[in-house]
């Protein structure tokens, strides 16, 4: 399976965006992009996915670079809700969905 | 809509016992999966089961562990036995069929092995 890599944590102020980058510089041309969070003491939960294009729901946004070997999860607002691992995963088909390790994201008040 | 659930939320046991998770997944949800998740890592899918048929069980210690979802519904997963590596939270997430890409996840049981 096509790696992911992204930053171990980051901060963000309430109320503000937060960007959320993943790198993918192996990605095949079937593999989709997944976004899972996890909150503490809970199971995962998706957020979002994509294959080419930018894609937004009512949880978060996805920027796709052009060469697909990058992607951005954007939350418009942070709230204090919002800390948690976040999941950047590849995903081809029928292939599983593969975690790794995530980004701690801290919601400082 | 009722979530995932997951019993026992918690379980302490001793090496080389056993133990034994039950999910129920949500109403209509035909895909079934079990995982594993280590303090600092991430989830590892240990099987799927498309409805009561196993789909991938790649990754399950055959050795020690096993799962079962006989009427297509509710799965049990079992330990036996156990060992001190597998202290983990075990997760089970359900989704419908041909949809993997949004799985729902039940809160987990978290083992303790001593």
């Known amino acids: 399976d096509a790696k992911t890599t992204q930053p171990n944590s980051m901060e963000s102020n309430e109320e503000e965006p937060v960007h959320l980058p993943c790198n993918h510089s192996?990605?095949?041309?079937?593999?989709?992009i997944h976004w899972y969070r996890q909150l503490p003491s809970q199971g995962p939960e998706y957020v979002i996915h994509?294959?080419?294009s930018n894609v937004n729901n009512r949880m978060a946004s996805l920027a796709i670079a052009e060469d697909r070997k990058s992607s951005t999860l954007i939350l418009h607002r942070a709230t204090l809700r919002d800390a948690a691992v976040y999941y950047c995963?590849?995903?081809?088909?029928?292939?599983?969905?593969?975690f790794g390790s995530g980004t701690q994201l801290t919601v400082l008040p | 809509e009722a979530g995932v659930a997951q019993s026992p939320r918690y379980k302490i046991i001793e090496k080389r016992q056993s133990v034994a998770f039950w999910c129920n997944p949500i109403?209509?949800?035909?895909?079934l999966y079990w995982y594993q998740q280590i303090l600092g890592q991430g989830p590892k899918l240990l099987i799927q089961?498309?409805?009561?048929?196993?789909?991938?069980d790649s990754q399950l210690p055959k050795d020690r562990f096993s799962a079962e979802r006989l009427k297509g519904v509710d799965s049990t997963l079992k330990i036996q036995p156990a060992k001190l590596e597998d202290s983990a939270v075990y997760l089970c997430?359900?989704?419908?069929?041909?949809?993997?890409?949004?799985?729902?996840f039940g809160p987990g049981t978290r083992l303790t092995v001593t």
């Open positions: 997430a359900s989704s419908y069929f041909g949809k993997a890409y949004e799985q729902y």
């Open positions: 192996t990605i095949s041309g079937t593999d989709y």
């Open positions: 089961f498309q409805n009561n048929g196993v789909v991938d």
């Open positions: 109403s209509g949800h035909a895909t």
């Open positions: 994509g294959l080419t």
């Open positions: 995963i590849l995903r081809g088909v029928p292939r599983q969905l593969t």
